[in-house]
């Protein structure tokens, strides 16, 4: 009998069943991975990008002078600058546009902010649903494949009339990779989905508190003629 229990040993002689769960439990890690790295380095640019602009911002520069900075940058504006073009544009074409209430330029600049809002946080939230839904369910996965190795174990063994644990061990080892592999996939997607979420969360509040000081702004602007 091979008792050879080594872990690719394991894996090469596991059931389809087993080998197909783990190949799905692989490939969710794999991409668990390629989403955290990139989600992280869009985070930090996101709150790299509004540590910049919040300086600027409160730098006593003129709303005007920096709407027109950052319109004619080398490169694509991003997260709270987005916001901030988009509410200070429909502003200044709500009054030029003339006879228009103060009180209604205010409300379609804040409109225009809080849309463009909601993009930067669609776009910051992608994949994070994926790293919930992979630390949520691979231990189930990895777990199905365990017992239905561990099974496949026992039924081998029924027309054996003495059993010793050299004939049930590696295919109770080799079960037993399945659940190791969905661990393996879930703990570092449960993680990165809760430090994630906080930094988003954090970033959100960032985001809403800048509209809200943003929108005082222009209410003093729009009532200064």
């Known amino acids: 009998m091979n008792t050879d229990l080594s872990i690719f040993h394991l894996i090469t002689e596991a059931s389809f069943v087993v080998q197909f769960v783990m190949l799905i439990l692989a490939t969710a890690s794999l991409t668990s991975w390629t989403f955290i790295f990139s989600k992280r380095k869009e985070l930090n640019r996101a709150i790299e990008i509004t540590d910049e602009f919040e300086e600027q911002f409160w730098s006593g520069i003129t709303l005007t002078e920096l709407f027109r900075k950052l319109s004619v940058k080398d490169f694509e504006p991003e997260g709270i600058e987005k916001i901030f073009l988009a509410g200070y544009k429909e502003f200044s ?18 409109r225009a902010m809080r849309i463009e809002l909601s993009r930067e946080l669609e776009r910051l939230d992608e994949h994070l649903s994926f790293l919930a839904t992979v630390g949520s369910t691979s231990p189930y ?14 039924m081998s063994l029924g027309n054996v009339k003495h059993a010793t644990l050299a004939q049930v061990a590696p295919g109770i080892a080799e079960a037993l990779i399945a659940t190791a592999i969905g661990l393996f996939a879930a703990i570092p997607a449960v993680m990165s989905y809760n430090y994630f979420s906080t930094r988003l969360d954090k970033l959100t509040g960032r ?15 729009a009532h200064s003629k």
């Open 141 to 154: 996965v990895g777990l199905f494949g365990t017992v239905w190795g561990i099974m496949n174990s026992f």
């Open 93 to 110: 074409r709500m009054r030029q546009s003339g006879n228009v209430e103060p009180i209604v330029q205010v409300e379609s600049a804040q």
């Open 207 to 221: 985001y809403d508190l800048f509209v809200e000081e943003f929108v005082v702004l222009l209410q003093r602007q």
